[in-house]
DNA sequence: TCGCCTCAATAAGAAAATCTTATGCTAATC
DNA sequence: GATTAGCATAAGATTTTCTTATTGAGGCGA
């Protein structure tokens, strides 16, 4: 350490003594007159008066003396700092996520967090799906929560979980008593879709052509928030990650009808920066967020 | 110096480049890299994050770039608080004198200071003899003037300068009138002495058995001061060095009448400690004492 | 996506610094 | 003036630091 010198000099003046300085920091006698003969001979000046005995510091050795106290304290601070920031760092995770994780979910995973690393922090920031990519390569987030996550060179994906999709509709709609639908009959449907420039729509399209039907899209948004007030409007119906319309089935604003679709799930993924290694709070945060996907492979 | 590690990782961190932080301090980049390394071992954290071009500076890293900055302004602190302690002790010199070297004369000694070494510093102080012997062995003054200086184990000598003597009289006394005298003149004459510690005074003692003549002590002081106050009283004659009595002489209150006694001089001396090293200023007040004693060989 | 360029990391060994042991020298003390 | 304790010095071993040469990786333009 910087300040391992400035200790021994700092003993040898307090003590009056090379010697025993020398010992204090586990060098030989010889070691200890030379480092000072060396550093007179660096400021060019004489530091400590060896013509008494014991020997005395000098106007220059006790200016030296006020520098050594004070690095030597600096350098502790220094340290200090350094742990308190470890601590806080290793301490906490920076979450970004999309929306759809909704506010409750979040809550149970904060919950189930604070259980197992009781003197960790997240924090938690809602984003749009392209927003969480950035704060992740940024450094803003550790982990990110997206649907269809994508690796790239600089991104890595930790898959969560795969979302089964459900149909939505209003508790009026025509299809809404059925228990059980098949795609053949959502042909010809008013449909409130994704944005077509959004995967999870790319995906309903590709499963719509597959199973030979056609949707009449009424519209369409770029968020499942706007889609379930459409389709609670009565626009038309959608097909959702059947989670996330929970609030609103519970508050009789919508209807889910389950519907045989293999192969129709929204997978959700962490993604992280490559190569930066996890806090000890971000790898907690991971192992709860896995046995939660376990816990609820299905809906909670 | 021990700010040189400290400016390297600053350097390093600012330009944020290990290559160029490197060439500024003159080592390679190699050494750098290095060196970067083995500080983030020691400290136990990262420094800096290599996995971005140009690199940049993490969290802890900022901490230690504040800690580096800090230890580099405190030496440079260090540095001018040396240079100014070193300027004010080598500008100034502290003389510890003997009374008999007049005011007049000091004032003298001092102006011709000024001129050689304008920007330093005398002090004088007057002491009894023992006392400016303390004062340089304890290294509270760095020159000390004496008569009959007597070197030791731990004092040196250097010879100043031997004090004419003369008769030292009362204006109406019997001898005042004469012009020359010689050594029997003075047999059984009343005599104002030194104390009989004094080396002065056996060296008068022992001028006055080789002249076989013996004086009539009338009194004695420790001082020159009071041997010139009982004289002027007319308490008897004495014998001082000749430049002592200028201002009584002048005021009419003695006179001095020189008289042939070879070997019969007061030397005054320089001493100092030994091994202790002369500051600047000391060194020309030697200078000016030397040229001084040349310069007045006899009485100014 | 492929070179290309720049920059940092690493390896190996040279150079320099620091340290140790052994011994000499000196202040302090009696 | 002899002894003791403590600092300085010498010589050589050890450790640290540095350099050159090379490898590996990010950033960038075609």
New binding site residues.
Partial sequence: MISDDCKLFRDIAQLR???RGASIN??????A??????LERKLDTELLD??????TVTPDGKLYLEFCRDIIRREEDLFSALDQLRGSIQGSVRVASIYSVGLSEMAYLREKFAVLCPDCQVHVEYLRPEKVYEAVLADQADLGLVSYPESSRDIAVIPWRDEQMAIAAHPEHALAGRTQLSAADLDQVDFVAFDDDLTIRKELDRFFREQGITVNVVMQFDNIQMIKEAVAHGSGISILPERTMLLEIEQGRLVSIPFHAPGLVRPVGVVHRR?KRFSRAAQQFLTVLESHSLEFALIP
């Fill in positions: 003594s090379v010697s586990n060098i030989s006698q010889s070691a007159s030379q480092y000072i003969q060396e060896r013509s008494t005995r014991p020997l190569k």
